[in-house]
Protein backbone atom coordinates (compact mmCIF):
# COMPACT_ATOMS: atom_id res chain seq x y z
CA UNK A 1 0.00 0.00 0.00
CA UNK A 2 1.30 2.96 -0.63
CA UNK A 3 1.85 6.15 1.14
CA UNK A 4 -0.95 8.29 -0.88
CA UNK A 5 -3.57 5.89 0.30
CA UNK A 6 -2.49 6.18 3.83
CA UNK A 7 -2.70 9.50 4.23
CA UNK A 8 -5.83 9.25 2.20
CA UNK A 9 -7.32 7.40 5.32
CA UNK A 10 -5.55 9.94 7.43
CA UNK A 11 -7.37 13.16 6.22
CA UNK A 12 -10.29 11.14 5.16
CA UNK A 13 -11.10 8.53 7.38
CA UNK A 14 -14.71 8.01 6.88
CA UNK A 15 -17.61 8.91 4.85
CA UNK A 16 -20.26 9.65 7.57
CA UNK A 17 -22.57 12.58 8.02
CA UNK A 18 -19.86 13.99 11.07
CA UNK A 19 -16.94 15.66 9.64
CA UNK A 20 -13.72 13.26 10.56
CA UNK A 21 -11.54 13.83 12.94
CA UNK A 22 -7.58 14.04 11.77
CA UNK A 23 -5.92 11.07 12.39
CA UNK A 24 -2.78 11.01 15.08
CA UNK A 25 -0.71 8.43 16.66
CA UNK A 26 0.60 8.93 20.43
CA UNK A 27 3.57 6.68 21.68
CA UNK A 28 3.64 7.27 25.10
CA UNK A 29 5.18 5.70 27.87
CA UNK A 30 8.32 5.43 30.57
CA UNK A 31 11.41 7.08 30.12
CA UNK A 32 14.21 4.38 28.73
CA UNK A 33 11.35 2.16 27.18
CA UNK A 34 12.61 3.06 23.05
CA UNK A 35 9.64 5.57 22.52
CA UNK A 36 11.54 7.89 19.94
CA UNK A 37 13.20 4.69 18.46
CA UNK A 38 10.09 2.84 17.41
CA UNK A 39 8.70 6.55 16.65
CA UNK A 40 11.83 7.02 13.67
CA UNK A 41 11.20 3.34 13.12
CA UNK A 42 7.96 3.41 11.93
CA UNK A 43 9.15 6.00 9.78
CA UNK A 44 10.24 3.09 7.66
CA UNK A 45 6.89 2.11 7.07
CA UNK A 46 4.54 5.02 7.17
CA UNK A 47 4.94 9.10 5.85
CA UNK A 48 5.65 10.25 9.77
CA UNK A 49 6.65 13.50 11.52
CA UNK A 50 7.72 12.92 14.46
CA UNK A 51 6.11 15.89 17.43
CA UNK A 52 7.75 15.93 20.90
CA UNK A 53 5.95 15.28 23.47
CA UNK A 54 9.11 15.79 26.70
CA UNK A 55 8.65 18.72 28.67
CA UNK A 56 12.85 18.66 28.87
CA UNK A 57 13.61 17.77 25.38
CA UNK A 58 11.79 21.02 24.24
CA UNK A 59 14.31 23.04 26.01
CA UNK A 60 17.54 24.16 23.67
CA UNK A 61 20.72 22.23 25.58
CA UNK A 62 21.82 19.67 27.89
CA UNK A 63 21.51 17.36 25.06
CA UNK A 64 23.40 14.51 26.79
CA UNK A 65 21.29 15.05 30.57
CA UNK A 66 17.89 14.84 28.67
CA UNK A 67 18.86 12.20 26.01
CA UNK A 68 17.54 14.10 22.91
CA UNK A 69 17.72 11.60 19.84
CA UNK A 70 20.77 12.98 17.87
CA UNK A 71 20.59 14.08 14.12
CA UNK A 72 22.36 11.32 12.69
CA UNK A 73 19.62 8.54 14.82
CA UNK A 74 16.76 10.42 13.65
CA UNK A 75 16.63 8.74 10.10
CA UNK A 76 15.59 11.77 7.96
CA UNK A 77 12.34 11.91 10.04
CA UNK A 78 11.42 15.75 10.78
CA UNK A 79 11.08 16.32 14.32
CA UNK A 80 9.46 19.18 15.69
CA UNK A 81 9.67 21.05 19.11
CA UNK A 82 12.98 18.88 20.06
CA UNK A 83 14.97 21.81 21.71
CA UNK A 84 13.09 24.50 20.17
CA UNK A 85 12.59 26.60 23.38
CA UNK A 86 14.82 28.77 25.56
CA UNK A 87 16.32 26.84 28.55
CA UNK A 88 15.29 29.73 30.76
CA UNK A 89 11.35 29.56 30.41
CA UNK A 90 8.91 27.50 31.79
CA UNK A 91 7.11 25.90 28.77
CA UNK A 92 3.96 24.84 30.35
CA UNK A 93 1.59 22.72 29.26
CA UNK A 94 -0.73 25.64 27.25
CA UNK A 95 2.45 26.85 25.62
CA UNK A 96 2.87 23.51 24.33
CA UNK A 97 -0.17 23.22 22.99
CA UNK A 98 -0.49 26.69 21.39
CA UNK A 99 3.03 25.95 19.83
CA UNK A 100 1.17 23.05 17.95
CA UNK A 101 -2.45 24.13 17.61
CA UNK A 102 -1.88 28.09 17.53
CA UNK A 103 -5.36 29.34 18.13
CA UNK A 104 -6.99 26.59 18.20
CA UNK A 105 -6.08 26.71 14.27
CA UNK A 106 -4.59 23.25 14.38
CA UNK A 107 -1.24 24.28 12.95
CA UNK A 108 1.71 22.18 13.43
CA UNK A 109 -0.70 18.98 13.07
CA UNK A 110 -2.66 20.43 9.54
CA UNK A 111 1.09 21.38 8.44
CA UNK A 112 2.26 17.79 8.85
CA UNK A 113 -0.54 16.60 7.35
CA UNK A 114 -0.72 18.69 3.89
CA UNK A 115 2.53 17.27 3.46
CA UNK A 116 0.61 14.08 3.32
CA UNK A 117 2.30 13.11 6.64
CA UNK A 118 1.12 11.07 9.23
CA UNK A 119 1.66 13.28 12.73
CA UNK A 120 3.62 10.94 15.71
CA UNK A 121 3.60 12.59 19.16
CA UNK A 122 6.19 11.41 20.92
CA UNK A 123 6.91 11.74 25.08
CA UNK A 124 6.55 10.62 28.47
CA UNK A 125 5.33 13.95 29.97
CA UNK A 126 1.14 12.92 29.83
CA UNK A 127 -0.07 16.83 30.33
CA UNK A 128 2.04 17.59 27.23
CA UNK A 129 -0.19 14.88 25.26
CA UNK A 130 -3.22 15.50 26.76
CA UNK A 131 -2.97 19.48 26.35
CA UNK A 132 -2.28 18.69 22.36
CA UNK A 133 -5.10 16.14 22.32
CA UNK A 134 -7.96 17.47 24.28
CA UNK A 135 -9.88 21.06 24.34
CA UNK A 136 -10.27 20.80 28.25
CA UNK A 137 -7.04 22.45 29.12
CA UNK A 138 -6.77 22.40 32.68
CA UNK A 139 -3.85 24.16 34.77
CA UNK A 140 -0.39 22.36 34.89
CA UNK A 141 -0.84 22.13 38.32
CA UNK A 142 -4.07 19.47 38.00
CA UNK A 143 -1.64 16.73 36.36
CA UNK A 144 1.72 16.48 38.39
CA UNK A 145 4.23 18.50 37.19
CA UNK A 146 7.03 17.08 38.00
CA UNK A 147 7.02 13.80 35.24
CA UNK A 148 10.51 14.93 34.01
CA UNK A 149 11.76 16.78 36.63
CA UNK A 150 13.50 15.58 40.37
CA UNK A 151 11.47 14.48 43.24
CA UNK A 152 11.09 16.77 45.62
CA UNK A 153 11.11 14.70 49.21
CA UNK A 154 11.96 16.35 52.94
CA UNK A 155 15.48 15.69 52.54
CA UNK A 156 15.64 17.62 49.69
CA UNK A 157 14.66 20.47 50.71
CA UNK A 158 17.85 22.32 50.26
CA UNK A 159 18.01 21.06 46.88
CA UNK A 160 15.07 23.95 45.77
CA UNK A 161 15.15 27.49 45.04
CA UNK A 162 16.68 29.88 47.86
CA UNK A 163 13.81 30.48 49.83
CA UNK A 164 14.04 31.75 53.87
CA UNK A 165 12.32 28.81 55.66
CA UNK A 166 9.53 31.76 57.17
CA UNK A 167 8.64 32.51 53.55
CA UNK A 168 8.54 28.60 52.57
CA UNK A 169 6.13 28.01 56.29
CA UNK A 170 4.01 31.03 55.59
CA UNK A 171 2.96 30.05 51.84
CA UNK A 172 1.93 26.31 53.14
CA UNK A 173 0.15 28.22 55.74
CA UNK A 174 -1.72 30.36 53.45
CA UNK A 175 -2.47 28.25 51.13
CA UNK A 176 -3.75 25.98 53.89
CA UNK A 177 -5.84 28.56 55.13
CA UNK A 178 -7.29 29.29 51.94
CA UNK A 179 -7.68 25.54 50.65
CA UNK A 180 -6.89 23.01 53.00
CA UNK A 181 -7.96 20.18 51.02
CA UNK A 182 -5.61 20.94 47.93
CA UNK A 183 -2.85 21.58 51.18
CA UNK A 184 -3.54 18.23 52.18
CA UNK A 185 -2.77 16.74 48.49
CA UNK A 186 0.93 17.99 49.00
CA UNK A 187 3.69 17.76 51.13
CA UNK A 188 4.58 21.08 52.94
CA UNK A 189 8.19 21.23 51.66
CA UNK A 190 7.08 20.67 47.84
CA UNK A 191 7.47 24.73 47.72
CA UNK A 192 7.56 24.57 43.58
CA UNK A 193 3.88 23.10 43.65
CA UNK A 194 2.71 25.29 46.52
CA UNK A 195 3.63 28.30 44.42
CA UNK A 196 1.60 26.72 41.70
CA UNK A 197 -1.62 26.43 43.69
CA UNK A 198 -1.54 29.86 44.39
CA UNK A 199 -0.36 31.45 41.91
CA UNK A 200 -3.74 29.31 39.89
CA UNK A 201 -5.95 31.25 43.06
CA UNK A 202 -4.26 34.33 42.85
CA UNK A 203 -4.68 34.28 38.61
CA UNK A 204 -8.52 32.96 39.03
CA UNK A 205 -9.95 33.50 42.41
CA UNK A 206 -10.68 29.20 41.90
CA UNK A 207 -9.33 27.07 44.77
CA UNK A 208 -7.47 24.37 43.40
CA UNK A 209 -9.45 21.55 45.09
CA UNK A 210 -12.46 22.93 43.45
CA UNK A 211 -10.80 22.94 40.17
CA UNK A 212 -9.33 19.08 40.86
CA UNK A 213 -12.31 17.60 41.54
CA UNK A 214 -15.01 19.77 39.06
CA UNK A 215 -16.06 18.87 35.69
CA UNK A 216 -13.19 20.60 33.90
CA UNK A 217 -11.26 17.12 35.32
CA UNK A 218 -14.21 14.63 34.27
CA UNK A 219 -13.74 16.18 30.27
CA UNK A 220 -10.10 16.62 30.35
CA UNK A 221 -9.43 12.69 29.87
CA UNK A 222 -12.70 11.46 28.28
CA UNK A 223 -11.89 10.22 24.78
CA UNK A 224 -15.35 11.21 23.05
CA UNK A 225 -14.00 14.89 23.57
CA UNK A 226 -10.15 14.78 21.60
CA UNK A 227 -9.51 16.86 18.93
CA UNK A 228 -8.04 13.89 17.09
CA UNK A 229 -8.98 10.35 16.66
CA UNK A 230 -6.04 8.78 18.45
CA UNK A 231 -4.13 5.38 18.56
CA UNK A 232 -2.15 5.14 21.64
CA UNK A 233 0.95 2.99 21.77
CA UNK A 234 2.59 2.79 25.15
CA UNK A 235 6.14 1.25 25.29
CA UNK A 236 7.05 -0.49 28.54
CA UNK A 237 8.77 -3.16 29.95
CA UNK A 238 9.18 -4.83 33.41
CA UNK A 239 10.61 -2.53 35.99
CA UNK A 240 13.74 -4.42 37.42
CA UNK A 241 14.61 -4.35 33.25
CA UNK A 242 13.55 -0.73 32.93
CA UNK A 243 15.56 0.02 36.50
CA UNK A 244 18.92 -1.61 34.87
CA UNK A 245 18.49 -0.20 31.81
CA UNK A 246 18.65 3.56 32.99
CA UNK A 247 21.27 3.56 35.61
CA UNK A 248 23.44 1.79 32.65
CA UNK A 249 21.76 4.95 30.56
CA UNK A 250 23.36 7.31 33.36
CA UNK A 251 26.66 6.00 33.15
CA UNK A 252 27.20 6.63 29.73
CA UNK A 253 26.00 9.71 30.07
CA UNK A 254 28.53 10.64 32.15
CA UNK A 255 31.16 9.21 30.43
CA UNK A 256 29.22 11.48 27.19
CA UNK A 257 29.75 14.32 28.71
CA UNK A 258 26.57 15.13 31.42
CA UNK A 259 29.40 16.33 34.23
CA UNK A 260 30.65 19.07 31.47
CA UNK A 261 26.67 19.93 30.59
CA UNK A 262 26.10 20.28 34.04
CA UNK A 263 29.07 22.21 35.42
CA UNK A 264 28.58 24.54 32.40
CA UNK A 265 24.89 25.70 33.68
CA UNK A 266 25.77 25.45 37.43
CA UNK A 267 25.17 29.03 39.17
CA UNK A 268 25.29 29.46 43.10
CA UNK A 269 21.17 30.43 43.81
CA UNK A 270 19.92 29.29 40.86
CA UNK A 271 15.87 28.79 40.96
CA UNK A 272 15.86 24.63 40.26
CA UNK A 273 12.19 25.44 39.89
CA UNK A 274 11.91 26.67 36.00
CA UNK A 275 12.72 25.98 32.58
CA UNK A 276 15.15 23.48 31.35
CA UNK A 277 16.87 23.42 35.16
CA UNK A 278 14.11 21.32 36.45
CA UNK A 279 15.43 18.14 34.37
CA UNK A 280 16.45 14.99 36.89
CA UNK A 281 20.02 15.23 36.26
CA UNK A 282 20.60 19.16 36.66
CA UNK A 283 20.09 19.99 40.60
CA UNK A 284 20.98 16.52 41.84
CA UNK A 285 24.75 17.93 41.41
CA UNK A 286 24.14 21.08 43.16
CA UNK A 287 25.99 20.46 46.49
CA UNK A 288 28.83 18.69 44.62
CA UNK A 289 29.55 21.50 42.72
CA UNK A 290 29.10 24.03 45.29
CA UNK A 291 31.76 22.24 47.18
CA UNK A 292 34.17 21.48 44.36
CA UNK A 293 34.22 24.79 42.63
CA UNK A 294 34.43 26.42 45.87
CA UNK A 295 37.44 24.47 46.71
CA UNK A 296 38.88 25.31 42.90
CA UNK A 297 38.26 21.97 41.90
CA UNK A 298 41.94 20.72 42.63
CA UNK A 299 42.74 20.88 46.72
CA UNK A 300 41.56 17.41 47.56
CA UNK A 301 44.72 15.15 47.80
CA UNK A 302 44.41 11.87 46.46
CA UNK A 303 46.76 9.79 47.54
CA UNK A 304 48.21 7.06 45.00
CA UNK A 305 51.19 6.47 42.82
CA UNK A 306 49.68 6.41 40.00
CA UNK A 307 49.86 10.37 37.81
CA UNK A 308 46.90 9.32 35.84
CA UNK A 309 44.58 10.04 38.87
CA UNK A 310 46.31 13.23 40.23
CA UNK A 311 44.65 16.32 39.88
CA UNK A 312 45.64 19.52 37.31
CA UNK A 313 46.10 22.77 38.45
CA UNK A 314 43.33 25.04 37.89
CA UNK A 315 45.40 28.26 36.40
CA UNK A 316 43.54 27.11 32.46
CA UNK A 317 39.97 27.57 34.58
CA UNK A 318 36.92 25.41 33.47
CA UNK A 319 38.02 22.93 31.31
CA UNK A 320 40.77 21.91 33.75
CA UNK A 321 38.23 21.64 36.54
CA UNK A 322 35.63 19.45 34.13
CA UNK A 323 38.74 17.23 33.60
CA UNK A 324 39.49 16.46 37.38
CA UNK A 325 35.76 15.80 37.74
CA UNK A 326 36.28 13.17 35.30
CA UNK A 327 39.85 11.90 36.95
CA UNK A 328 38.34 12.22 40.51
CA UNK A 329 35.73 9.82 39.48
CA UNK A 330 37.88 7.15 37.84
CA UNK A 331 40.26 7.06 40.74
CA UNK A 332 40.12 4.06 43.03
CA UNK A 333 40.41 6.34 46.04
CA UNK A 334 37.66 8.06 47.85
CA UNK A 335 38.01 12.08 48.79
CA UNK A 336 35.40 14.66 49.64
CA UNK A 337 34.42 15.62 46.33
CA UNK A 338 34.49 12.23 44.94
CA UNK A 339 31.73 10.93 47.41
CA UNK A 340 29.63 14.05 46.63
CA UNK A 341 29.80 13.30 43.23
CA UNK A 342 29.07 9.19 43.39
CA UNK A 343 26.05 10.29 45.29
CA UNK A 344 24.82 12.87 42.85
CA UNK A 345 24.92 9.95 40.47
CA UNK A 346 23.20 7.86 42.11
CA UNK A 347 20.41 10.13 42.90
CA UNK A 348 20.25 10.82 39.52
CA UNK A 349 19.41 7.16 39.06
CA UNK A 350 16.95 6.99 41.97
CA UNK A 351 15.27 9.89 40.79
CA UNK A 352 14.78 8.35 37.11
CA UNK A 353 13.76 5.05 38.86
CA UNK A 354 10.66 7.11 40.55
CA UNK A 355 10.08 9.10 37.31
CA UNK A 356 9.68 5.86 35.76
CA UNK A 357 6.75 4.71 38.39
CA UNK A 358 4.89 8.05 38.19
CA UNK A 359 4.89 7.51 34.28
CA UNK A 360 3.49 3.88 34.39
CA UNK A 361 1.26 4.90 36.94
CA UNK A 362 -0.19 8.00 35.26
CA UNK A 363 -0.59 6.00 31.77
CA UNK A 364 -2.30 3.38 33.66
CA UNK A 365 -4.84 6.13 35.03
CA UNK A 366 -5.35 7.27 31.82
CA UNK A 367 -6.49 4.06 30.17
CA UNK A 368 -8.55 2.56 34.05
CA UNK A 369 -10.40 5.97 34.90
CA UNK A 370 -11.00 7.59 31.34
CA UNK A 371 -10.70 4.75 29.32
CA UNK A 372 -7.80 4.95 26.74
CA UNK A 373 -7.55 2.73 24.14
CA UNK A 374 -3.99 1.69 24.67
CA UNK A 375 -1.72 -0.45 22.93
CA UNK A 376 1.00 -1.93 24.94
CA UNK A 377 4.69 -3.11 23.12
CA UNK A 378 6.88 -4.78 25.96
CA UNK A 379 10.58 -4.25 24.79
CA UNK A 380 11.91 -6.15 27.81
CA UNK A 381 13.36 -9.51 25.72
CA UNK A 382 14.61 -6.70 23.13
CA UNK A 383 16.38 -3.86 25.90
CA UNK A 384 18.00 -7.45 27.59
CA UNK A 385 19.03 -9.31 24.58
CA UNK A 386 20.20 -5.59 22.57
CA UNK A 387 19.09 -7.53 19.65
CA UNK A 388 17.77 -5.41 16.46
CA UNK A 389 15.83 -8.44 15.25
CA UNK A 390 14.00 -8.99 18.70
CA UNK A 391 13.17 -5.28 18.91
CA UNK A 392 12.04 -5.60 15.24
CA UNK A 393 10.11 -8.91 15.60
CA UNK A 394 8.29 -7.99 18.99
CA UNK A 395 8.20 -4.02 19.05
CA UNK A 396 8.13 -2.73 15.16
CA UNK A 397 5.99 -5.39 13.57
CA UNK A 398 3.15 -5.04 16.09
CA UNK A 399 3.27 -1.52 16.33
CA UNK A 400 3.10 -0.93 12.45
CA UNK A 401 0.11 -3.63 12.52
CA UNK A 402 -1.65 -1.67 14.92
CA UNK A 403 -1.32 2.06 12.81
CA UNK A 404 -2.16 0.52 10.04
CA UNK A 405 -5.49 -1.23 11.39
CA UNK A 406 -6.17 2.49 12.69
CA UNK A 407 -5.05 3.99 9.62
CA UNK A 408 -8.00 1.11 7.95
CA UNK A 409 -10.40 2.32 11.11
CA UNK A 410 -10.44 -0.87 13.10
CA UNK A 411 -8.72 0.10 15.84
CA UNK A 412 -8.97 3.74 17.52
CA UNK A 413 -9.00 5.65 20.40
CA UNK A 414 -12.82 4.89 21.41
CA UNK A 415 -13.07 3.21 24.63
CA UNK A 416 -14.37 -0.42 24.38
CA UNK A 417 -17.27 -2.20 26.61
CA UNK A 418 -15.19 -1.73 29.39
CA UNK A 419 -14.70 1.34 29.60
CA UNK A 420 -15.59 3.70 33.15
CA UNK A 421 -18.64 5.08 33.31
CA UNK A 422 -18.83 7.22 36.35
CA UNK A 423 -15.59 9.26 35.75
CA UNK A 424 -15.96 11.68 38.41
CA UNK A 425 -16.87 8.66 41.06
CA UNK A 426 -13.52 7.17 40.39
CA UNK A 427 -11.96 10.41 40.67
CA UNK A 428 -13.53 11.09 43.93
CA UNK A 429 -12.04 7.43 44.79
CA UNK A 430 -8.67 7.94 44.39
CA UNK A 431 -7.89 8.68 47.98
CA UNK A 432 -5.72 12.06 47.02
CA UNK A 433 -7.18 13.89 49.46
CA UNK A 434 -6.40 12.82 52.71
CA UNK A 435 -3.20 13.69 54.42
CA UNK A 436 -1.22 10.90 56.17
CA UNK A 437 0.72 11.57 58.84
CA UNK A 438 3.74 8.51 60.10
CA UNK A 439 4.34 8.73 63.71
CA UNK A 440 6.30 6.36 63.73
CA UNK A 441 8.40 8.01 61.13
CA UNK A 442 9.17 11.55 62.41
CA UNK A 443 6.05 13.14 60.96
CA UNK A 444 5.86 12.19 57.77
CA UNK A 445 4.08 13.25 55.35
CA UNK A 446 1.90 10.72 52.84
CA UNK A 447 -0.82 11.98 50.36
CA UNK A 448 -3.75 9.73 49.48
CA UNK A 449 -4.39 6.49 51.07
CA UNK A 450 -2.14 4.78 48.21
CA UNK A 451 0.85 6.10 49.39
CA UNK A 452 0.30 5.43 52.86
CA UNK A 453 0.13 1.80 52.37
CA UNK A 454 3.01 1.67 50.19
CA UNK A 455 4.82 3.58 52.61
CA UNK A 456 3.61 0.88 55.46
CA UNK A 457 5.02 -1.37 52.81
CA UNK A 458 8.61 0.23 52.89
CA UNK A 459 11.41 -1.13 54.32
CA UNK A 460 12.62 1.94 56.70
CA UNK A 461 8.86 2.13 58.25
CA UNK A 462 9.04 -1.60 58.98
CA UNK A 463 12.25 -1.44 60.45
CA UNK A 464 11.40 1.33 62.60
CA UNK A 465 8.44 -0.17 63.86
CA UNK A 466 10.26 -3.42 64.60
CA UNK A 467 12.40 -1.48 66.68
CA UNK A 468 9.62 0.41 68.35
CA UNK A 469 8.31 -3.15 69.05
CA UNK A 470 11.29 -4.33 70.74
CA UNK A 471 11.78 -1.01 72.80
CA UNK A 472 8.06 0.33 73.49
CA UNK A 473 5.80 -2.76 73.24
CA UNK A 474 3.24 -3.83 70.59
CA UNK A 475 0.11 -1.84 71.69
CA UNK A 476 2.11 1.91 71.69
CA UNK A 477 3.71 0.41 68.09
CA UNK A 478 0.27 -0.26 66.80
CA UNK A 479 -0.93 2.91 67.82
CA UNK A 480 2.16 4.79 66.51
CA UNK A 481 1.17 2.55 63.18
CA UNK A 482 -1.56 4.34 62.93
CA UNK A 483 -1.53 7.27 60.97
CA UNK A 484 -3.02 11.05 61.70
CA UNK A 485 -5.49 11.93 58.86
CA UNK A 486 -5.80 15.19 57.88
Same mark, same amino acid.
Given at each position: ???????? =?????????????????????????? *???? #??? %?????????????????????? /?? !??? /???????????????????? /??????????? &???????? %??????? $?? @???????? !????????????????? /???????????????????????????????????????????????????????????????????????????????????????? @???? @??????????????? $??? @?????????????????????????????????????????? &???????????????????????????? =??????????????????????????????????????????????????????????????? +???????????????????????????????? *?? &???? !?? !? *?????????????? #????????? #??????? *??????????????????? +? +???????????
Amino acid at each position: MDSRTEMK =KIRNPSNGEHKPKPKVVVIMGPTGSG *KSRL #AID %LGSHFPVEVINADSMQVYRGLD /VL !TNK /VPLDEQKGILHHLLGAMSPN /VEFTAKEFRDS &AIPNADFQ %LIDDILS $RN @CLPVIVGG !TNYYIQALISPFLLDDT /VEDMDDNCSSISPGDAELCCKMDDDRRSDSYNHLKSIDPIAANRIHPNNHRKINQYLSLYARSGILPSELLQGKAVENWGKVDNFRYN @CCFI @CMDASLPVLDQYVEQ $RVD @CMVDAGLLNEVYDIFNVGTDYTQGLLQAIGVREFQKFLRDYI &AKDGCNHEIHSTDASVTLKSVDTGDNIL =KENMRVMLKSPYDCKPKILLKEAIDKVKLNTRRLIRRQRRRIIRLQKLFGWDIHFMDATESIL +SKSDDIWAEQVVEPATKIVRSFLDQEVSSMPG *KE &APND !TR !T *KLLERGLWTQYICK #ACGDRVLRG #AHEWEQH *KQGRSHRRRILKLRKSQGL +S +STEQLQQPEQN
